[in-house]
């Protein structure tokens, strides 16, 4: 009883307990695998301004629609490299090459673009969006391999702000003070120097984790006779991971997650800014677009890291994972019935604001209890491919239903529809994983 009664005291004098529960032992690594997702998603939002800058300004916004839908090809290959470099080498490896390779892209790119081609603006347009299709997946499947179900639920939220403050942090440094500072070559030399950041930290995770009992270690290197019994030939490597993904139900059902959100998402992103041609002027809508957008940050700060560890723990991931589309199903039936440009925002908001925070790091934690295998090779081909292929049929979407006549605002239904999906499908991977972590 005397003991009851103390538990329940210390409980009372740490009401953040299920939030900032950090073991000792797991705080170095926890730190800097944090630093690793900011970095990487810095990198990306310092470079995104000006990437798109550059294309819009040579080609116009119509052909920045055939470059989106040519990043699905883009991720096709990324997906096969992916593949194939983590069938030969170590993890750890894998990154290595993969921040060397954008080092040299950007070191390159930094002397080409003081008097761009068309060549280099297309090659730097794919790249800048290459950063989080290839970085993001091996972030995830790195830390996913390396802890358990029960360090996900307790340190994957902290850990995954690491991105949702770099992007905060890196549209902000690129908006107010690097690019006028630095220009585009020094914007771009930066990049390669966190970068090399991302390197040395995922070198140091590695150290720590040999040298420690609370994570768990990289498994046995292959031998040759075994990584051809798996791979066979390099044509079964490119289709490994789309096998692995739809072999079972839970595995196929995250792809369905990524899929529905991909559509919804733009859907809801097509209502919005349809909405926002009623705004008079460039000045007026660049200023409402900030607002918007700085507003989905803070909430996507907000609860990524006092919400998510706490929803995750004590509610699990099938709840986790029906926050999004519930918000943006009951956005999207409120812009319906009231089509104004306030309900508009609230789409924009309740995608981007959850999907960053707690939609990705509960959708990512499903791999924990799966295979190596299916944490890269399966992750890869969602998270690159699906991902890049769903935004492809979203936009066929958009196009049908404008040419059947199909209005903005009842298109919010069609959003509600995908959504629901949505939902039942992190309702079954959610119990699923209870299940096999249990």
Known sequence: MEMDLKNKSQKRRNPFKSVFDFKKEEIPVAVL???FFFFVIAIFQILRPLKKALFVDMYG?????????????????????FTLLYNKLQRQRVIYIFCGFFIVCFIVLRYLLVDPEAVTVWAFYLIGDLITTLLVAAFWAYLTDI???????RLYGLIGAGGVVGGWVGISASKFVLFEKLGQGGLLFLASVVMLAVLFITMAVESLISRSKVYISAPPKKEKGEKKAEGGSKFSAVIEGAKLALRSKYLAAIVGIMAFYEIGSQILNYMFSKASEVLPGVTMTTSYYINVFFIANLVSVIVQIFLVSLIMRHFGLAVALCILPIAAAVSSGLYAAIPSLTAASLLVISDNGLNYSIQQTSREALYVPTS???????????NMFVQRAAKGIAIGCV??????????????????AVFVVMAFLGIFDGRRFKQMTE
């Not at 802890?147 to 639920?153: G, I, L, T, V, Y």
């Not at 190596?372 to 969602?382: L, N, Q, S, V």
């Not at 404008?402 to 509600?416: C, K, L, N, P």
């Open 33 to 35: 695998m944090f630093f």
């Open 372 to 382: 190596p295998d299916e944490k890269y090779k399966a992750r890869a081909f969602t």
């Open 399 to 416: 196009f049908l239903m404008t040419a059947v006549g199909i209005s903005v605002r009842f298109m919010g239904i069609a959003a509600i």
């Open 147 to 153: 802890s358990d179900s029960d360090q996900a639920k």
């Open 61 to 81: 916004a119509d052909v920045e629609l055939y470059a989106k839908l040519l990043n699905i090809v883009v991720a096709g290959l990324g997906v096969v490299v």
